[in-house]
């Protein structure tokens, strides 16, 4: 029993090379035995049959198990999770990175929301730029991420070019005034050519939002929006892992198809830990000048949504050709919206909401204050 024991805790040091956990903290080694010959019997669970890195962790276990003094010889039955023990490896997996997630520019006291869809077209990233919009409008200094990697869009939209300088080793996002606060963006559009395509995967994905968030310079904002690529992925995961204390926004139509694919993006969202805040409604209809209304993707559908998850419906907003419009001049129409209009709303509702986000309100603000502090005596 001793040196079955031993041999656990040696396992325990081998790593998920994706997941960066150890393979039985996630629950991924099952029985373990030793023969009195030495022979050490290992069973261990992969998340898929054809997992790519199954050689690499085979690998590991084998080296592992034979450095434990006693242990001559190793076989491994390698099988595959269960559904049920899959999700909790990915639960395990998120909360294990979310508690060692790494220290980034910031503020304590910026609440932190990504925006996202269960499918393309359904007009976020329009949103996204519209609410940033109405945000600096009440006076905050608002940073926008468009993670949204291979569909970039938000240097459009909201009609800031320009290009990437680095200071301190930081990339610092382009700022500009708007109303009486400020937008500071950071997207792949100020990198890459705008008509070309990104042929890029997985790790290098996530890496590249990664950089986002830990490689720029964020100080001084008061809030950061989040524009994610539509559907579920790696880049969800990766913005779960490195921000631990993420809110979650999704935005669908009312057409059946589109919310269903927005309960998942939703679903995805919970299971990796972040806060659902609420749906937004987009195109939700239009009144055409005879004074009859017209709901081209139907009705309710985000009330329906909304009720099912239940959390609030923040926003129903109207189907507009000047959104569109505005979004193509780079001149959104929350820079023209009378007081009181549908993303001024909307803004009032995330900005209450996002206070709830930050973690500890008064330790918080002292860590802040403590840190720039630090910064400018540095």
């Not at 990104?198 to 720029?216: C, N, P, S, T, Y």
Request: a negative charge; hydrophobic letters at 50%; proline letters at 5%.
């Amino acid at each position: 029993m001793e040196i079955v024991e031993t041999l656990r805790a040696r396992l325990r040091d081998v790593r998920d090379p994706e997941l960066q956990a150890s393979i039985v903290d996630l629950g991924m080694v099952g029985g373990v035995s030793v023969s009195p010959e030495g022979v050490a019997h290992i069973e261990v669970a992969l998340t898929m049959a054809a997992c790519p890195l199954r050689s690499t962790i085979e690998r590991e276990v084998r080296a592992a198990a034979l450095d434990v003094e006693g242990v001559r010889e190793v076989t491994l039955s390698i099988g595959v999770l269960s559904a049920t023990a899959k999700a909790e490896l990915l639960r395990t997996a998120r909360r294990l990175a979310q508690a060692a997630a790494p220290l980034t520019t910031i503020p304590r006291t910026a609440p932190v929301v990504m925006i996202a869809s269960g499918k393309g077209g359904v007009g976020k990233s329009s949103v996204t730029a519209n609410v940033a919009v109405a945000l600096a409008h009440r006076g905050l200094r608002v940073g926008v991420l468009d993670a949204d990697i291979w569909g970039f869009s938000l240097a459009r939209l909201l009609n800031i070019h320009g290009e990437i300088a680095v200071r301190n080793g930081k990339m610092l996002p382009l700022a500009r005034p708007e109303g009486a606060g400020s937008i500071a963006l950071l997207s792949m559009g100020h990198l890459a050519d705008d008509d070309s395509a990104l042929l890029w995967r997985g790790l290098m994905v996530q890496k590249a939002v990664a950089q986002f968030i830990e490689d720029a310079d964020w100080t001084g904002i008061d809030f950061l929006l989040i524009d994610t690529p539509p559907g579920t992925g790696d880049i969800v995961m990766t913005l779960a892992r490195l921000l631990p204390h993420l809110g979650q926004v999704v935005v669908t139509t009312p057409a059946m198809a589109a919310q269903q694919v927005a309960a998942r993006a939703a679903d995805f969202g919970v299971k990796s830990n972040l806060r659902l805040l609420g749906i937004i409604e987009n195109m939700s209809g239009y009144s055409c000048e005879c004074g009859q209304r017209h709901a081209p993707f139907g009705e309710g559908g985000g009330l329906d949504l909304a009720t099912r998850l239940a959390v609030p419906l923040l926003a129903s907003l109207p189907l507009l050709p000047s959104l569109s419009q505005g979004g193509d001049e780079g001149t959104p129409i929350a820079q023209r919206e009378a007081e009181g209009g549908p993303f001024a709303q909307l803004a009032a509702q995330l900005a209450a909401l996002g206070n709830e986000l930050i973690p500890a309100g008064c330790t918080a603000r002292l860590l802040d204050a403590l840190d720039q502090s630090v910064a400018a005596s540095s």
